[in-house]
């Protein structure tokens, strides 16, 4: 699978010939500087310290900058062929071999390690963690504590056009390049703009990180932001709605927050709005953006199946003589929840999307543990499943709603949890005309939850243990965990520790925080057929009430 590096000089090459060749604009990538063909310039090397340095309760080793010289990092870059053409060739020694005799030789047995979370922090202030599990696939993701929650009315959008610029023209390789090397090298990714962070990720084979993690990083440091690419990306904005609007359960998810946080931090829209993107969306807006958010004491790089020293020396090589963002002080409003209601009519849907959430203390608070445990033991799903273990057949939504309501499509509970806030609540879905029952059946189940038996808190806290340890298996899931609680807390919990926390919890745990949450102002969103949805002081005063009997 590995080629020979494309050299400029290449006759089939389609670069001018005596520009730069592909290892030296990454290489001087690496270097954190614009490609220049003219030759030797100083770069970093990987320096080992024994010092130490903690951050938010979590200590990292420092990893210093010193100089080494460009040639030497360009004979680092892993060789490959940038623009191969696919094709058997005629002289492919595998070519007839049935697929039942195998072709690979014979090797030993790896010496595999247990896995271990290491952390280190460059000089300027970025955090690396990384997770060797010895697996042959990698996956990067860079994360940076901003998104639509920090946006200003200003700011409105901005966060997610830098998901829609992503992967573009850089200082250092084109937009073509940039395609062309992800293509060639089997990576996959993305970026993705989110409330309170954002995550540029690639996926792709280990030996390869050197190229991913200075692509990444080139990607926030250098962007060209050039008018025609900025403007083609345009048309994403409307494609990005189309697709919300075609997923329902995240469609109601956006209404939710917009209408739990009416005009701030975690209500502010995910998406940039259509009607503004001419005249706001330009280059020089993103940049101002990204000057003002992206500084390396906001950023993370985590790697999964990937050398610790070897990633280090990358990243800091990507930042040495690079003048780092300064990280400029902003506005970190806290979020106020507003609660309230919103119907959305959609003629073209028959049936009525109904939800009822409360504010929860989010990430950091005592109380996550005991909500995360409440929203397993509440379970729920669809109103087909071809059942099995672990699909929570035994949750009280699917016992109490989903197995005596054959109106109800789908009925579950959710819980988003951010820094400092979150929600909690019931997602229940069925035809319009029956819109007044699914709110009485979802109000009724809110009620019941001044009671457990030992039974049903058992097997929610081993079914909560085994899916956090089952989605540990998964690299990327793993990488995404890890960055995200950086971000919200400054710290990582194992699923050890977590499933410790866990087994703590009581019933009387679940029952106090349970009560702190119906304590609060409902939030309430039909979308769908809304002809026949109760109105909001409908819910209010029946979750202030009594449970209705019979539901």
Known sequence: MLSRLLTAAAPSSAVVQGGPTLARCL????????????AQTAAAAVTKTEGKSTIQGTSYNVV??????????VKEVPHFQFYYIGGEHKDNKYRDVPLDIPILTDVPAPQLKKPEMK??????????????????????????????RFETPAEEGLSHMVECVAFRSTAHLSHLRTVKTI?????????????????????????????????VVGNVLFPRLLPWEVNACHKEIKKAHERLKADTDQYVSELLHQTAYHNNTLGNALLANEGRALEHFTGDNIREYMMKHFSAERSVFVGINVDHDELCKWLMRSFAEYVAIPNLPREEPKPIYT???????????PVCNIAIGFETEGWNSADLVPVTVLQTLLGGGGSFSTGGPGKGMHSRLYLNV???NPNVESCMAFNTQYSDSGLFGMYITGYGQEAPRLVDIAVNELHKLDSFTPEEVSRAKNTLKGNIFMNA???KVLMEDIGRQIIMSGKVVTPEE????VDAVTEADLKKVAAKLLKKNPTYVVYGDTKSAPHYEYVRTGLAGSPVKGK
């Open 27 to 38: 290489g001087a990538a690496a270097l954190g500087r614009r490609c220049f063909s003219s």
């Open 183 to 215: 293509e060639v090298l089997g990576m996959n990714g993305g970026c993705q703009a989110g409330r309170e962070h954002m995550m540029y990720n690639l996926e792709l084979l280990r030996e390869y990180t050197p190229v991913a993690s200075t692509l």
């Open 64 to 73: 210093k900058f010193e100089q080494e010289d460009v040639g030497e990092v």
């Open 402 to 404: 989903l197995n005596q």
């Open 498 to 501: 977590f499933a410790a926390r």
């Open 473 to 475: 298996e998964n690299s």
């Open 119 to 148: 952390f280190s922090v460059l000089e300027n202030g970025m955090r690396i963690v990384s997770v060797d599990k010895q697996g042959l696939t990698a996956n990067l993701g860079l994360f940076v504590h901003a998104g639509s």
């Open 339 to 349: 609660g309230g209601y919103k119907l959305e009519e959609n003629a073209d849907m």
